[in-house]
């Protein structure tokens, strides 16, 4: 990932923009060497060790990974990704390999887990992340989201927040919605209500990703499966029950895949994500990817305030005044031991 130079665009507030991605301009052949054909594709589907690549007409090859890709340093559960734009190598007997993935506009990265030095990617090139929440059936907390959030500003992801499930929630349920819709609202993040069972949000949402190359993502149970059954009429996902065990959801989704949406779009399909956990970031930066922490720093007494303890800092005055919430304020201090421990809290 590119350090930070100063604060980079907030994409809260930046629109997605024209589609670079448009998809029958993604592939086109690269010159033939030995006789063994190359082409340019899109990774549609990650399954372990096979990679499904589109290539420019339409056709779907099975790959594999050809050498040990390296990317920036990144040590990777899987360098190759759904996103990714390839070249591939077919030979006469039409074994398909990947010998090259081409430069990311941009991805979704996160530690693989609390003890784990190893990172996964969990889509590249995306037009726009829909991170799904449920405040029950099983719950987000906003540590969840804020890192989310946070990864997304790092590199340079538009996400826009979907709070689904909303027929199950009760008065209280609806009320402590709005307050967090509130939050997510004032700091510049999109906020969309839906519900799989009632329809609420289903049209905003074929509106939102039309054309787009969309990534959906959350932890398991929160109706992923659900709404990309209703983007997309033709397909038919498992959908999981909740696990009596603290309510959390059943994975159904086993491998990440991208599916052809209404509208001449896509959809990332992923595997439910249980904790997420921040990469390659300075304590220094941390703040940058607050968007409100970032705005109220730059009346902070000393340039390198990490508005901890020191003297003069203007974000801890604006949290004590409200001007930031508590919550978030949290999440910064938590994804701050990130980064000096080397380990996360989900």
């Known amino acids: 990932m590119a350090k930070s130079e100063g604060r980079k665009t907030n994409n809260a507030q930046r629109g997605a923009g024209e589609n670079e991605l448009k998809y029958n301009a993604v592939a086109s052949s690269v010159p033939s060497v030995n006789g063994n054909r190359k082409e340019r594709g ?19 090859i099975l790959c594999l990974a050809k050498g040990n890709f390296r990317l920036r340093g990144i040590r990777s559960t899987s360098p190759v990704v759904v996103g990714d734009r390839v070249i591939i190598e077919r030979s006469s007997d039409e074994s398909a390999y990947i010998i090259e993935i081409e430069d990311r506009k941009n991805y979704i990265i996160r530690k693989a887990s609390n003890l784990s030095k190893h990172s996964h990617i969990l889509a590249a090139n995306i037009d726009l992340a829909l991170l799904c929440i449920t405040l029950r059936f099983p719950e987000t907390t906003t540590v969840f989201i804020d890192r989310f959030l946070v990864t997304a500003e790092a590199y340079r992801v538009l996400v826009h927040l979907v709070f689904n499930k909303t027929d199950l929630y009760d008065n209280d349920d609806h009320a402590y919605l709005n307050d967090v819709i ?6 510049g993040y999109p906020c969309i209500k839906t519900s799989a069972e009632t329809g609420e949000g289903i049209e905003q949402l074929k509106a939102l990703t039309k054309g787009k190359i969309t990534l959906l993502a959350g932890h398991s149970g929160v109706g992923k499966s659900s709404i990309i059954n209703l983007l997309q009429s033709d397909v038919s996902r498992k959908v999981g029950k909740i696990s009596d065990y603290h309510q959390k959801g059943m994975h159904t989704t086993t491998f990440s895949e ?23 970031m300075t304590t220094q930066e941390v703040s940058h990817y607050f968007p409100e922490i970032f705005r109220f720093s730059a009346d902070c007494r000393y340039y390198n305030c990490l508005h901890l303890n020191e003297p003069g800092c203007a974000v801890l005055k604006a949290v004590d005044e409200h001007y930031i919430s508590e919550s978030r304020y949290q999440s910064y201090l938590n994804i701050l031991e990130d980064v000096n421990e080397g380990k996360y809290r989900s």
């Open 42 to 60: 899109l990774v549609i589907r990650n399954t372990g060790n096979y990679y499904l690549v589109r290539t420019a007409d339409g056709t779907d």
């Open 182 to 187: 509130r939050l997510y609202s004032s700091i």
């Open 258 to 280: 991208m599916i052809e949406i209404e509208g001449e779009g896509f959809v990332i399909d992923t595997p439910g994500i249980k904790g997420f956990g921040t990469v390659d």
